[in-house]
T-cell receptor, first 118, second 114 residues
Framework: NAGVTQTPKFQVLKTGQSMTLQCAQD?????MSWYRQDPGMGLRLIHY???????DQGEVPNGYNVSRSTTEDFPLRLLSAAPSQTSVYFC?????????????????FGQGTRLTVV | AQTVTQSQPEMSVQEAETVTLSCTYD???????LFWYKQPPSRQMILVIR??????QNATENRFSVNFQKAAKSFSLKISDSQLGDAAMYFC???????????FGKGITLSVRP
């Protein structure tokens, strides 16, 4: 019963380096998303996916790439890290098998990744 | 696009007392869900309570209840008999299937005084 597994928990990068934050879920959820959390800003949506092969931009997509080749995995790539990307990142997944009034839309979150770019 | 507003950045409550956290939202959709999430120092996001917009009855989960005013687009969380373990950041969130986005407010930090 793993739920949403997000790795790593902590990471320090140098400016210009690239890295991938991993996210995997075992609940067969179609909907997956990435958020960043900054003090006083709440959680802001970076990218999201409503199913394998389908991704879309959220509120703050610049500097990040995503792909969704399988239902289970939704990695987030930082192509060239910048100090402004220092943040806590959360991956989330939820069921979205069609919009009905009775669907369970609870989002399950990973443990978060604290990323520091120096 | 939907927006969620939590105007109070911090609140404090005495242990065993009741506290209400405010949240307003803006949307043109008629079908949606509203949530309150708790984030303790461990950073884990924990669902506290959920309200379906089509339900007129306010949701309740043990010591947690909401006051959902659909016409006013207001969704406040009441915590009764506050406990030290309730100290955390609380986020109000909105979801609609129209665009499959879960939108969060900026959060409120709740402290509980012993």
């Amino acid at each position: 019963n793993a739920g949403v597994t997000q790795t790593p928990k902590f990471q320090v990068l140098k400016t210009g380096q690239s890295m991938t934050l991993q996210c995997a879920q075992d609940m067969n959820h179609e909907y997956m998303s990435w958020y960043r959390q900054d003090p006083g800003m709440g959680l802001r949506l970076i990218h999201y996916s409503v199913g394998a092969g389908i991704t879309d931009q959220g509120e703050v997509p610049n500097g990040y790439n995503v792909s969704r080749s399988t239902t289970e995995d939704f990695p987030l790539r930082l192509l060239s890290a910048a100090p402004s990307q220092t943040s806590v990142y959360f991956c989330a997944s939820s069921y979205s098998g069609g919009w009905t009034a009775t669907m369970n839309t609870e989002a399950f979150f990973g443990q978060g990744t604290r990323l520091t770019v120096v | 696009a939907q927006t969620v507003t939590q105007s109070q950045p911090e609140m404090s409550v005495q242990e065993a007392e009741t506290v209400t956290l405010s949240c307003t939202y803006d949307t043109s959709e008629s079908d949606y869900y509203l949530f309150w999430y708790k984030q303790p120092p461990s950073r884990q996001m924990i669902l506290v309570i959920r309200q379906e917009a089509y339900k007129q009855q306010n949701a309740t989960e043990n010591r947690f209840s909401v006051n959902f005013q659909k016409a006013a687009k207001s969704f406040s969380l009441k915590i009764s008999d506050s406990q030290l373990g309730d100290a955390a950041m609380y986020f109000c969130a909105f979801f609609t299937g129209a665009n499959s986005k879960l939108t969060f407010g900026k959060g409120i930090t709740l402290s509980v005084r012993p």
